[in-house]
């Protein structure tokens, strides 16, 4: 047996004909390279002992081998054990538990106290206060704008046939210019070419009565009115406003500078392309003149 020392490790050697194991000692563990290669990489700082017991290799860095290993002997050092100070043990008196018994129910009795408490204070208080002055003033307020949605078209086309009356019948006595005249009669063509124009948008969003706005648009007087501006002042329309009903009629409202009346037919056949049926208007006999 050969012992070699070194300033960081110890190493035993014991050598047979067949094979050689290496004992190598690494802070005070015992660690056994089990063949002459392998404790030649070793020696000659190739490889080295990581802290998990294994002989890695260091270029390239890789594990040659778990090595097994032992703790080195040392001299043990009897402890005696030493057991705790045992804790007094306390003498229990029926008036001390007494009072620990009165205490505890009294927690007891004021916890369910302040739960029922918490419980009324929500029900009777709290949540009544959010019903009145959240969940009710939200249900009238979606209720109002639904029935406003509803009435909203009805009240837009009322006002607007009153001002057309008014406008086509102004009071005796009042005087208006020529400008003021055409102006009025403009709004009365715009309202009624409008109607028409959004035949189709309103329909289509479900925002109006068919039957009752074709009423309005085919209306004897109303067509009379129309095409009474229209044939007194070729330039009452705008041209942006003019090509619209142009592209609506599908023709052309002047013939040699004369107008070509709008028929309440041709009105209805407007519809017809967004839809409308015209078996569902009880009006149409009337108004196809």
Same mark, same amino acid.
């Given at each position: ?22 004992? +190598? ?18 020696? %000659? ?24 290993? #032992? ?6 050092? /009897? ?5 705790? *100070? ?5 003498? %229990?008196?029926? +008036? ?8 505890? !129910? ?9 739960? !029922? ?6 029900? #009777?208080? =709290? ?28 009240? =837009? ?12 019948? *102004?009071? *005796? ?8 005249? !055409? ?6 063509? #715009? ?5 028409? %124009?959004? &035949? ?15 009423? /309005? ?8 009115? +129309? ?16 090509? +619209?009903?142009?592209?609506? &009629? ?6 040699? /500078? /004369? ?10 056949? =407007?519809?017809?392309?967004?839809? #409308? ?13």
């Amino acid at each position: 047996m050969r012992v070699t020392s070194d300033s960081t490790a110890g190493i035993n050697e014991e050598r047979s004909d067949d094979m050689a194991e290496h004992r +190598v000692r690494k802070n005070n563990i015992i660690y056994i390279i089990p063949d002459d290669d392998l404790f030649a990489k070793w020696k %000659s700082n190739e490889a080295f002992i990581d802290e998990y017991g294994r002989l890695m290799n260091r270029k390239p860095h890789r594990v040659l081998r778990e090595l097994r290993h #032992y703790v080195e002997n040392t001299p043990m050092v /009897q402890q005696k054990a030493v057991s705790p *100070p045992a804790a007094p043990v306390r003498k %229990s008196s029926p +008036v001390m538990d007494h009072l620990k018994d009165t205490v505890r !129910d009294r927690a007891m009795d004021a916890s369910e106290d302040f739960i !029922d408490y918490a419980i009324d204070k929500f029900f #009777y208080e =709290v949540l009544p206060n959010v019903w009145h002055e959240h969940i009710v003033p939200f249900y009238h307020r979606t209720k109002a704008a639904l029935t406003s949605k509803e009435l909203k078209v009805d009240t =837009v086309l009322a006002q607007a046939k009153t001002s057309t009356d008014v406008a086509a019948k *102004p009071k *005796p006595g009042t005087k208006m210019t020529k400008e003021e005249a !055409d102006a009025e009669k403009r709004k009365v063509l #715009y309202h009624w070419l409008g109607m028409l %124009s959004s &035949l189709k948008k309103l329909h289509d969003a479900d925002e109006i009565d068919m039957d009752s706005t074709m009423a /309005q648009l085919t209306d004897p007087a109303m067509l009379k009115r +129309v095409n009474s501006f229209l044939s007194e002042n070729p330039n009452l329309l705008e041209t942006d406003k003019y090509i +619209v009903l142009h592209g609506l &009629l599908g023709r052309d409202l002047y013939e040699e /500078q /004369q107008l070509v009346p709008i028929r309440a037919a041709e009105i209805t056949a =407007v519809a017809e392309k967004y839809g #409308y049926d015209p078996r569902n208007d009880k009006t149409e006999d009337n108004h196809n003149g």
